[in-house]
């Protein structure tokens, strides 16, 4: 492992040292030069995943550091990875700005030309365009206001309901209260008669007793 390590490390250091050559080269150089960073580039990611193999077959006292060293290997390949696209991205960027003020300046205008003439019919259809959507947000507006509208309406009737559902439980309240008094006072009475008939069986009952 440290072999292949060791060998990774230089490709990334002579990576490093050719990605400075990139801004000196030639515009008919360069392609060829980005052709083969972008190999070597490659070729040590190939290596990088050896490594990783490698790292995880190491003893558990030195797994964790081989593993960081990779990650450290890992990381550097990956930025010169990233510069590499951002430098051909910023190169195809000029290159087509180039040949955009080439065709620009080499170009003939005539009074008849289609590119120079205004296009009418475009610029209506775009102001149409444009009142049709504005027209579609005041149907959406206005669609919107009348939901809430509704809402309001709902929730004022929910309030009514509500209000009437209260003064019902209220009088089903009071029902109830008369009618436990009710059944109280006939409970009362039950046993006032029954008291009342005994009473009455004794006090015949002494009379014959002690008159018969």
Known sequence: METLYHQTNKQIQEVQSQMGNLERT???SVHLLENELQARIDQIFTHLERLEILASKEPPNRRQNAKLRV???KYDVQHLRTALQNFQHRRHTREAQER?????LSRTFTTNDADTSIHIDDTIQF????HNAHRGMDD???S????LNGLRDQRSTLKGTHK???DVANMLGLSNTVMRLIERRATQDK????GGMLLTCVFMFLVIRYLG
Do not use: C
Not at 144 to 147: A, C, D, L, P, R
Not at 191 to 194: A, G, P
């Open 26 to 28: 030639d515009r008919e």
């Open 71 to 73: 990650d450290q290997l």
């Open 100 to 104: 955009e003020r080439e065709e620009l």
């Open 127 to 130: 102001n149409t365009s444009l």
């Open 140 to 142: 959406l507006l206005g």
């Open 144 to 147: 919107g206001s009348s939901i």
């Open 164 to 166: 009437k559902m209260l």
């Open 191 to 194: 046993f006032i008669m029954i």
